[in-house]
Structures are given as C-alpha cells and as structure tokens.
C-alpha cells in the first residue's frame, strides 16, 4: 500500500527488501527502532510505516517533503 501510495504521488523510492537477509532486516531494525514492515525514510528521517505515511501526507505535502521545499 505504500508503495502504490507513492507511484499514486509520482514520488520515486528505493526499496530495500529485508526479508532474506537477517544481517540487513537487523541493520534496518537498529536504523528504524522498529520491527514491522515497511518502513519508510524520507532521508535519514525515519517516517515509521504506512499508516504513518498517510498521517504525515494529511498534514503535509509529501511531494514538496521530498523536495526539501516543506517548511
Ligand atoms: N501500521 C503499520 C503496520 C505494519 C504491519 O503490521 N506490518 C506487518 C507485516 S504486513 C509486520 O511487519 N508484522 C511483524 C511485526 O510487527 O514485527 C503500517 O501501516 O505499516
């Protein structure tokens, strides 16, 4: 869902898929502070997971996020 999220806004993303190696899903758990998937970063910034996605983008505009154009 978030991935169709984002095609939906044309906003381009790479994904990092854990779930065959444990060294990286380990390394993305220490970098998130969270074991669910998916986790999103915009940056360094770590968003959380889809439902946060959709809570960020009710209060700003994702694209201009993205763009380091929000205030
Ligand atoms: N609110 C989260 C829920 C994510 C979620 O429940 N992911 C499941 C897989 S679909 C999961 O990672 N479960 C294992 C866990 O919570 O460690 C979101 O919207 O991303």
């Known amino acids: 869902m978030a991935k169709a999220m984002l095609n939906q806004e044309t906003i381009s993303f790479e994904e990092i898929e854990i779930s065959d190696d444990p060294e990286l899903e380990e390394q993305m758990i220490k970098r998130s ?7 999103i970063f915009i940056d360094d910034n770590a ?3 889809f439902t946060d996605l959709v809570a960020l983008s009710e209060k700003v505009d994702l694209r201009e996020l993205v763009d380091g154009k929000s205030e």
């Open 33 to 39: 502070g969270r074991t669910s998937v998916p986790q």
């Open 47 to 49: 968003i959380g997971g």
